[in-house]
């Protein structure tokens, strides 16, 4: 039996989102966005996460910032132990300090700015017993021993390899309950990088490569749902399958700039008891 427990997410809305530069395959500035169907797409993933019982916190936009929208790469938040971002391109450089303000200023007391570049959420996994960190076009290297060094958690360290799926994030999803559970496509992961999740996980819910394109792995679980684009239908059945809930959205406006539901959440980890 799945159960669902309460999650508290920060978001950021698109008001100022675009395409005006490109920092992944997925980006092509010459094509035109909706700015509203995008406003739309989002407040709708946010009512859905406050129907379902989470609480969401809002980070205001900056002008300027155009992927900011993308909050899960502003800071990774692990038993309320916040690690701010440093991000790889100098376009979003500028979204780091507003997420470090922001934890500053509701109460986090351990909110540490990182020496290496990583981009959050974007390649930090938080697994029951570990901390799934890729690496390979965006987070250095060097960022995995920050990370398990702050959290004191166990980190393991992935190659992405596909430019399509530059963020562990495009490639993998934690099927958060209480046990260590994950789906992600092999495809996106170097073959060492492959044997370790096949020794990880080995009854992982493996994602084709239709579903990842589709961002499909771009996903958020409470225990129970798991919210995911609507596009990735062949996920639906194997989730339903394990005893999960999927709730599709359609997020087709924020494909544009390379990111989906999980791009746009932050998840506030609570300090144990709390
Ligand atoms: N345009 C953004 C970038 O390339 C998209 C980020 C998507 N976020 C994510 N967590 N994968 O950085």
């Known amino acids: 039996m799945r159960t669902s427990t309460p999650r508290r997410y920060l978001m950021c809305p698109p008001a100022y989102f675009a395409v005006s530069y490109s920092i992944n395959p997925w980006m092509d500035p010459t094509k035109p966005v909706d700015p509203a169907l995008a406003l739309f797409q989002w407040e709708d993933l946010r009512d859905r996460y406050r129907a379902l019982g989470h609480t969401v916190e809002v980070l205001d936009p900056v002008p300027g910032l155009p992927d900011m929208v993308f909050a899960a790469n502003g800071a ?20 780091a300090p507003a997420h470090l303000a922001w934890f500053r200023a509701h109460g986090f007391a351990e909110v540490r700015e990182p020496v290496h570049v990583n981009e959050a959420e974007g390649d930090f996994a938080v697994t029951t017993s570990w901390i799934l960190a890729g690496q390979g076009f965006r987070s250095s290297l060097l960022s995995h021993t920050e990370a398990q060094e702050f959290f004191g958690r166990p980190v393991i360290g992935l190659e992405l390899v596909d430019p399509r799926f530059y963020h562990l994030d495009t490639a993998l999803s934690v099927l958060d309950g209480a046990a260590d559970e994950v789906m992600y496509y092999p495809g996106a992961f170097s073959p060492g990088s492959r044997a370790v999740l096949a020794r990880l996980f080995p009854d992982a819910l493996l994602a084709d490569e239709e579903d990842a394109a589709a961002f499909g792995l771009n996903a958020v679980c409470d225990g129970l749902h798991v919210l995911l684009p609507r596009a990735a ?9 394990r005893g999960f809930d999927p709730v599709p959205v359609d997020m087709s406006e924020l494909h544009k700039a390379g990111g989906s539901v999980k791009c746009c959440t932050l998840e506030i980890r609570p300090a144990p008891g709390r």
């Open 76 to 95: 990774t938040v692990v038993d309320g132990h916040v690690l701010g971002a440093r991000f790889a391109n100098p376009e979003r450089t500028g979204e």
């Open 233 to 241: 239908r062949g996920l639906r059945a194997p989730l339903r399958e």
